[in-house]
């Protein structure tokens, strides 16, 4: 997504010690993962990111990450654009191997840099996704469900004679 390289595990441990930060701008269009559950329009939307950079207590570098912005979704309910505000404020732990995770008071909000170090754009990415609903609707939707589709006379119902057809190919 955002043009960041791997930042080896060596990097990191030295902008904790310095509390470096580094802020960019993207358009959700630069991330491939977030621009599939968003309209068109929705990948010109532009998200605010920031990483900032402290030691944890376990001596390992706390990455905390914010981003600010827009998704263009859709309604689960109505199935129209739904515009889903991002208020990211999380942070993890960076480890540089699967056994230093067992170091860390909470091992679930930790990443792993690997030999190939870590990919900030990444676990931003990461991080809004699991902030997403699985299902996410209007808080007040206009559309008001009266009937199932399958139910109203007259539509065509495809895969209707499916089990049908199915018992039929097993004989
Ligand atoms: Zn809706």
Known sequence: MVHLSAVAMRKLREWAARRHAIEASFKVGASARLAELCADVGAKEAIDACWSFRQGLEGFPVIRLRARGALQLQCQRCLSPLVWPIELDSQLTAVGSENEIR?????????????????????????????????PVHSQCEVVRESRPEAAPGLSRPLAGLGALMRQSRD
């Open 103 to 135: 170091e860390v008071a909470s091992p679930y909000d930790t990443v792993i840099a690997g030999p190939d170090g870590l990919m900030l754009g990444t676990i931003l990415e990461d991080e809004i996704l699991i902030s997403l609903p699985m299902a």
